[in-house]
């Protein structure tokens, strides 16, 4: 008997369980990209939008 058939993959929880953490893996590399865009942006906008208003 090998890991691959082994019952756990039979298991509809740990499919689900797996899809979660993959969200969760997905969502932190977006939020982190984003994250980063807004902080790369020039200094100078974001002051010059305070100015004007």
Do not use: C, Y
């Given at each position: 008997?090998?890991?691959?058939?082994?019952?756990?993959?039979?298991?509809?929880?740990?499919?689900?369980?797996?899809?979660?953490?993959?969200?969760?893996?997905?969502?932190?590399?977006?939020?982190?990209r984003?994250?980063?865009?807004?902080?790369?942006?020039?200094?100078?906008?974001?002051?010059?939008?305070?100015?004007?208003?």
């Amino acid at each position: 008997m090998s890991l691959l058939d082994a019952p756990i993959w039979n298991d509809a929880g740990t499919w689900i369980v797996l899809g979660i953490s993959l969200l969760f893996i997905v969502v932190g590399i977006v939020m982190h990209r984003v994250i980063m865009t807004v902080l790369r942006e020039p200094q100078d906008d974001a002051t010059n939008k305070e100015k004007h208003v």
